[in-house]
């Protein structure tokens, strides 16, 4: 088929369906899309809490426990051994299918009944105050991450080792307070690094060693805000920086965010792809409209995956060796044509519209089922009755449409309605992809909840810690912190004191939730323009960075448009890839 332009029935904006697209649509057996990209990415959002633990009651025994899931919900919560034991039964929440009412109405009703696990996580050792989590070792309020041991406060990353406040990391060990930084050791205040070593406050760097505040930078060592050190002097100026002082690290931050400023950005961040769009890709194949995926490939408009998926689109959160996923979020472990799904995931295959179902197969609204297979809305069928009853459903879901409270309509094909959702906006994934105010997002008619401030009594405020960490003694691990940012209550916990002790790093002065929203600043809203690169021959066109190699256009402008999540109002330099690669050196 050709490309058709359609209009949005959320956001009214026109969106355009490719070739392609109809292409995967036919192969899953599933309706073009009524919702743009950018809503459909929010509508799944909007079900995945990344990197908050709330205090909620177990529905069994009335005990408070720490949950994914925020106390006042209709929600029933189970803590999560017990929903995991073979103590209860979800098939005995089991009943027929309705046809005098709309599909997604009765998996309403369905989801209020049966119990969701308190928290997503597998195979923790000491390691409990984490979600969204597997195979972690002492490891604390760690979220959507796996493979990690000895660290804390981290927030989607991989295979780290003794690391603090990273996002987005990956093969890491020693690293400090950065973002997007793959395959480093003691990298600290840095984003977007691959491959360095003992480097400090730098962006874009890869393959680098000893430096400190630049950008830009490949296989570079003792470089200081880009300029070149000998060995000894570049020792000399990081002593004499006194880096161990907060109000010293403040002033060489600013230093090196000036750096950071002055020098351009490739319009994507991301290595060792080819047929791209999107940004945060690595090791991607075919794979467009799409941001922090890796090892992808024939897939589109996806966000935070890895390793191994196919052919696979409107997939969010997580994956490991998944194909013909459509409409679905935090679903992984060899999983194969799944759709419409929420927490799916160790070998399910053709299943749909289901959550918290695992090791199954040819499920079709379904809540909390393990190892089971021909079930509709938790009711056992024959093989044979259930895709009898399966395709009489899928008619029904578009004869009897169901229409949400914006009058938007939600037949077969459509994913669940954000107010199905037990999250608020502001508690939820989406706000990080797409952040809003309170204003903004009640506005689009989502739900904002704010955060409750448990009553702490603070012994110490921020700014009356130690300037130095030398001068930093064990008692501060009693006292409970203001944050100097938004005054909640944070402690500073043994293991932290020994990294930043051995680092010579200050006590932070915010608490993690500032600590990460800072440290996240530099990622960009995940909403795509189109732009042309802002390379003149010799300078840029604003005239703030001066180009230091030739171009293959000479000295006229470069013709090279793209698509990019950075606006036009943003005051990044962006190159296009040829361009930046000629000045990264």
């Known amino acids: 088929m050709s490309e058709e332009k359609r209009n949005c029935q959320n956001c009214k904006n026109p969106f355009t369906v490719e070739p392609e697209d109809f292409a ?94 308190s928290r997503q996580v597998q195979r923790l050792i000491n390691s409990d105050y984490s979600n969204n989590a597997g195979d972690l070792k002492n490891c604390y309020l760690c979220f959507d991450t796996g493979l990690c041991e000895d660290s804390a406060y981290l927030v989607n990353g991989n295979n780290n080792k003794n690391c603090f406040d990273t996002t987005t990391s990956g093969k890491g060990e020693l690293n400090y ?61 990081l002593k004499r920086m006194n880096l161990g002082s907060h109000m010293e ?63 696979s689109y409107d997939f969010t959160v997580w994956g490991d060796r998944c194909e013909m996923i ?37 499920l079709f609204g379904c809540m909390g089922l393990r190892k089971k297979q021909y079930c509709i809305f938790n009711r056992q069928y024959t093989n044979e009755d259930y895709h009898a009853l399966r395709e009489r459903i899928v008619r029904h879901m578009s004869d009897m449409p169901y229409a949400d409270a914006g009058g938007r309509t939600y037949r077969y094909g459509e994913f669940f309605p954000p107010d199905f959702s037990p ?38 405020a921020a700014r009356d810690l130690p300037d130095h960490i030398r001068d930093v003694d064990d008692a501060v691990l009693k006292e409970t912190i203001g944050c100097i940012s938004c005054g909640r209550a944070y402690r500073i916990i043994a293991q932290e004191l020994a990294f930043l002790r051995q680092m010579s790093l200050p006590l932070p002065r915010l608490c993690p939730e500032c600590r990460y929203r800072e440290r996240a600043a530099p990622r960009n809203p995940v909403r795509f323009y189109h732009r042309r690169c802002q390379c003149t021959g010799e300078a840029s066109s604003n005239g703030i960075y001066e180009n230091i190699a030739d171009h293959v256009h000479g000295t006229s402008p470069c013709a090279k448009e793209f698509e990019t999540i950075y606006a036009e109002d943003k005051k990044e330099i962006i190159y296009c890839e040829s361009c930046y690669n000629a000045e990264a050196v």
């Open 24 to 117: 995967f649509y036919q192969k899953m057996a599933v309706p073009p899309p009524t919702f743009c990209p950018e809503c459909r990415m929010i509508r799944r959002a909007i079900f995945f809490s990344n990197r908050t633990l709330f205090r909620a009651k177990d529905a069994l025994t009335g005990k408070e426990i720490f949950s994914g899931l925020p106390p006042g919900t209709p929600i029933k919560i189970y803590d999560k051994e017990y929903w995991w034991s073979d103590a209860w039964d979800p098939m005995a929440y089991g009943r027929d299918y309705d046809f005098s009412r709309p599909f997604f109405a009765q998996f309403r009703d369905l989801m209020y009944d049966v119990p969701w696990p």
């Open 177 to 237: 307070d950065s973002l997007l930084i793959e395959a480093c050791f003691q990298t600290f205040f840095s984003y977007a690094c691959e491959e360095c070593r003992n480097v400090w406050l730098s962006r874009n760097c890869v393959g680098c060693s000893d430096c400190f505040g630049c950008a830009n930078l490949r296989h570079k060592q003792y470089y200081i805000f880009n300029q070149p050190y000998t060995k000894e002097s570049y020792a000399e100026e």
């Open 249 to 311: 690290l403040a002033t060489a931050r600013e230093r090196a965010h000036d750096v950071w400023r002055t020098h351009p950005y490739k319009y994507m961040f991301g290595y060792r792809n080819a047929g791209v769009t999107g940004d945060w890709m690595m090791h991607a194949k075919n794979v467009r409209h799409s941001f922090n995926v890796t090892e992808t490939e024939d897939s589109a408009f996806c966000q935070n995956i890895l390793m191994g998926v196919k052919d």
């Open 326 to 362: 459509y409409e679905a979020v935090q679903t992984g472990e060899g999983c194969r044509n799944i759709k419409f799904t929420k927490d799916c995931c160790s070998a399910d295959s053709y299943i749909e519209y289901s959550f918290d179902c695992h090791s199954s197969s040819n």
């Open 423 to 460: 999250l608020a906006y502001n508690e939820s994934f989406a706000q990080d992809l797409l952040p809003l105010t309170r204003e903004q997002a009640e506005t689009r008619g989502y739900l904002w909840r704010e955060p409750e401030m448990r009553a702490h009594q603070i012994s110490s």
